[in-house]
Structures are given as C-alpha cells and as structure tokens.
C-alpha cells in the first residue's frame, strides 16, 4: 500500500482518481481549497484536508506529517479562455501552487509526480497533436501548464525525481463542475438546457473537439504511478473521436424533452481544432475503453438531473476588462 496525495480530489477529474487509488488499496489524502469542487465529490475511504496548494507553509507541513509515495496533481483552475483575463490569478493558482508541491516533492523524495497538464500546451498548430510536438499555447492557462512540465523535466534531471504528464482534453462526465459559466462546455450546456435558456456557442459552432468520458480516462492515469513504463514520459490521453460543437450542443438537447434554442455569440479566440493522437498511449501498451459519445452524454444528463447544477462559486476577480466576451461582463 502506497500512500499518495491527490490535489484537487474534490474536483471533477480528481475525485475519480482519488477513487481508483482507493479501490487500488491505497491510502489516499485528498487537498482541495473547495474553490471549484465540493466536499460530497471526495470518494469514502479518503482522508480530506481543505487547503489551498497556494500555501506553501501549510504544503510543507502535510508533507512533512504524510510522507507521499506519490503525487497526483489535479488542483487547479482550468478556466482556458478566461485565463488570459486573470493572469496573475492564472500564474499563482496553477504555476506557483504546483512549484510548491514539485518543491516539497523533491525535498520528501516523492517517487513519481503525476502531472494533469493539458493539450492546451500546444496551441494553434497542425494536427493531430503528438507529443513530440514544441508546445505553442495561445493562452496563459497553457503557459501555466507548460512551465511546469519543463520543472518537472528538471526537477528529474538534476534531483532525479520521476515525473508522469498527461495531457488530456475535454474530459466529461459525473462530477463534473456544471455551475461553472467560464469552462466545461457540455456542463455549461446542461445547465442552460436545465434553466431554460438557449445554448451559448461562440462563432458558428464548427470548431472541433475531441470528448472523453471520464470512466475512460481516470482509470489509466490512476494505473500509471505502477507501470514504470509511463515514467518521464508526457502522454497524450482521451478519446479519438472527434466532433464540432453544434454535434455537441444537438446531442445533449436529444437528452432533454425541450429546446430553449441556440445562441450563436461573437466568436472568441481560442483554438479552431484541438485534436490529440492517442498513438502515444496505444504503444505503451494502454488499450483506453472509448464509452461512445452518446451514452457518456446519458450518464452525465442523468446525474444532473439526479443531483442538480452544480453551485458554482462565481469567480469574480477579473483583472483584464479589454476584449472580454460581452456573455462574461
Ligand atoms: N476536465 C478536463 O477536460 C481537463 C482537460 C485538460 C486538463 N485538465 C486538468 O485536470 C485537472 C482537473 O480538472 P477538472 O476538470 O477536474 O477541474 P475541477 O475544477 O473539477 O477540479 C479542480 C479542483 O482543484 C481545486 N483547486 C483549484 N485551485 C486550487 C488550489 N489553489 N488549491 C487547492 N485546490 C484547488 C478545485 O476546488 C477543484 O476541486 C486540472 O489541472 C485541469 O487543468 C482537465
């Protein structure tokens, strides 16, 4: 039995990770400051500890008293298209929390840290996205996470600490924060669906992107920390499929008995297509289950109906006005 530390285990991505870990027999803290996820997320069989992985005094000390075999970092606010307009936020929430922990990973001796960077790294280039591609993000929350995988790949070198990075890409499903109007675009749509307003898309809806179920992706990134074939490695992980977001918007509209109609807002910028090669992952021997798109849209719609929308904390220290899109003021 290992003992590991999940950041972030109250969030979406986070708890099924942390829930795994526990059906793998592990013994699993689960840091979380609540700001993006909730307390009934947190699986049975974990031991929570609200923080924020901003605090470095405290990081230290739960560190110091836990001594992790492992490290899964999740905690984060991933917020990609807002990220540009809360810069300091950006770099203090998601660079400078995950320093702390790289910093008292090193200093515990951590065996591997598990990193949840994102296909956000590599911005507006050709597709499909392989690894070994030079990151290019367009946006700060890209930035972020790019910065630290490039610590992580010198924490290794001159520290010797393993390291694993996915980068995964709109991953849906249970848990999921759908209170959230700035991120999660089927959870965004749900909660519109279930209000009676009309589906918000940005531009004519033709970008594409690819959607993972959750129950497809948490269960490989939980196995990894034991397959030393994943160490020092950055992996690609989801599904391949790939589809525009008006498929997106139908499908999840089939799944309720009203239409609030859609509303097409001034395009922003983002990247147009955003589409990952899972070959990566394939040759390491991972075969991912691919749940199909409209069954993992069912379950999601099911268990927001069952448990509500989610209520989301309003994030309102926007730091940049200029440019921000008018649905956002
Ligand atoms: N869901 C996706 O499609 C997706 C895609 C690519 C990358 N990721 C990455 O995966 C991770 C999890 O994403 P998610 O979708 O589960 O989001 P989420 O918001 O559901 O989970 C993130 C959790 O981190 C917590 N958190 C945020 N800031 C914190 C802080 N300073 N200290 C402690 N806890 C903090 C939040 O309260 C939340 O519970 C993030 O790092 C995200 O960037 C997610």
Request: aromatic share 12%; glycine share 6%; with cysteine.
């Amino acid at each position: 039995m290992s003992t590991i530390l999940v950041t972030g285990g109250a969030g979406f991505l986070g708890s099924h990770i942390a829930r795994e870990l526990v059906e793998l027999k592990h013994r699993v803290i689960v840091l979380d400051d609540l700001s993006g996820g909730f307390k009934d997320n947190v699986p049975k069989g974990v031991r929570f500890i609200a923080c924020s992985v901003t605090d470095h005094k405290k990081i230290q000390k739960i560190f110091d008293r836990y001594n992790f075999d492992y490290v899964f970092h999740l905690a984060a606010y991933a917020a990609e298209n807002l990220s540009c307009f809360i810069k300091r936020f950006n770099y203090t929430n998601n660079l400078i929390g995950s320093i702390n922990l790289i910093n008292e990973s090193i200093k515990h001796k951590v065996q591997c840290f598990v990193f949840t960077s994102s296909i956000a790294v590599y911005g507006e280039q050709a597709t499909p996205f392989t690894e070994d591609l030079t990151p290019r993000p367009v946006d700060s929350y890209g930035i972020a996470k790019y910065t630290v995988e490039q610590e992580l790949k010198i924490s290794k070198n001159l520290f010797n600490m393993n390291y694993i990075i996915f980068r995964p890409h709109n991953i849906y499903g249970e848990n999921q924060n759908t209170g959230d109007k700035y991120r999660n675009v089927m959870g965004i749509f749900i909660n519109q669906i279930m209000n009676n307003r009309p589906l918000s898309i940005f531009g004519d809806g033709t970008q594409t992107r690819q959607f993972s179920y959750i129950g497809d992706v948490a269960p490989v990134m939980a196995r990894s920390v034991l397959d030393a074939r994943f160490y020092n490695q950055i992996v690609n992980v989801g599904s391949d499929n790939f589809y525009t977001v008006n498929t997106i918007a139908e499908k999840i509209l089939n799944c309720f008995g009203h239409n609030p109609g859609i509303n097409h807002l001034q395009k922003r910028h983002e990247v147009y297509s955003a589409i990952a090669s899972h070959q990566k992952l394939k040759e390491l021997g991972f075969l991912q289950k691919e749940t199909p798109l409209d069954e993992g849209i069912r379950r999601m719609v099911e268990w927001t109906k069952k448990v509500g929308i989610r209520k989301s904390k309003e994030f309102r220290n926007i730091e940049l006005t200029e440019g921000l899109p008018e649905s956002w003021r």
